[in-house]
């Protein structure tokens, strides 16, 4: 327990604010969750589509998630 | 350990607890001293002595800097054989960046580059931009965070203000 407290300690040695001028730093295309939203977007329109009657993405149609 | 002795360490370290190194109205505003942006040569807040200057921190990303700059160019030549200047200090990470910006927005007054960001951190920086309108003799009247078009006839009024004082 106390181990795991120390590691989380010196984990927060990691964080740092964002300085006001630093804040285009955020906006880099390495900063993004998603290297490529559009792919993302149209995998999830399948991945929905498929898998829409075995729930998960809430309601939705199903079918081949060509429209 | 008590928790609230806890919680101050955790504070501590992730670095909440910043020192106030900000500068405020009425104090002497620190001598910048900073090379060219365009150019070489080094230049130093002091040698705008005497005169009513526009210190703004600004960068090439920042949205209100598009605003300001074509109307602190305005201000530069209206008023500036009454004795005002602007000198606009640049924080971005990538120069060719700011000199691009400068090729949209091409301005005559003092562009300085701070690429070790300590000027920002001395004048204590919250908003980009930022800047702080000095007297004629080196003491800062006024800061502002931000820049619209409707905030700037105030900000000009106290410029012509500033002008008519000694």
């Known amino acids: 327990m106390k181990i795991m407290l120390l590691l989380c300690l010196i984990a927060l040695f990691g964080c740092t604010q964002v300085k006001p001028w630093q804040r285009d730093r955020l906006a880099a295309p390495q900063m993004a969750f998603d290297t490529d939203p559009l792919e993302t977007e149209l995998r999830q329109h399948s991945a929905f589509s498929k898998e829409a009657s075995s729930g998960g993405y809430g309601g939705g149609g199903g079918g081949c998630g060509c429209n | ?166």
């Open chain 2, 1 to 166: 350990m008590m928790p609230s002795k806890f919680l101050l360490i955790v504070l501590a370290i992730t670095g909440f607890m910043q020192s106030a190194l900000a500068v405020s109205v009425g104090e002497p505003a620190p001598i910048v001293t900073l090379p060219s942006l365009t150019g070489d040569a080094d230049v130093a807040l002091d040698q705008f002595r005497d005169k009513v200057v526009y210190l703004d921190f600004w960068a090439s990303w920042c949205a209100p800097c598009r605003t300001s700059f074509p109307i602190l160019q305005s201000w530069q030549q209206k008023y500036q054989e009454q004795g005002f200047t602007v000198v606009a200090i640049n924080l971005d990470e990538d120069k060719d960046a700011a000199l691009r910006f400068l090729q949209h927005y091409p301005v005559t007054f003092t562009t300085l580059r701070d690429a070790q960001e300590h000027w920002a951190e001395v004048y204590a920086i919250e908003a980009m931009p930022t800047s702080f309108l000095i007297n004629r003799q080196g003491v800062i009247h006024s800061v502002h965070s931000g820049f619209t078009e409707t905030g700037a006839t105030a900000l000009e009024q106290q410029i012509q203000q500033l002008l008519r004082q000694p």
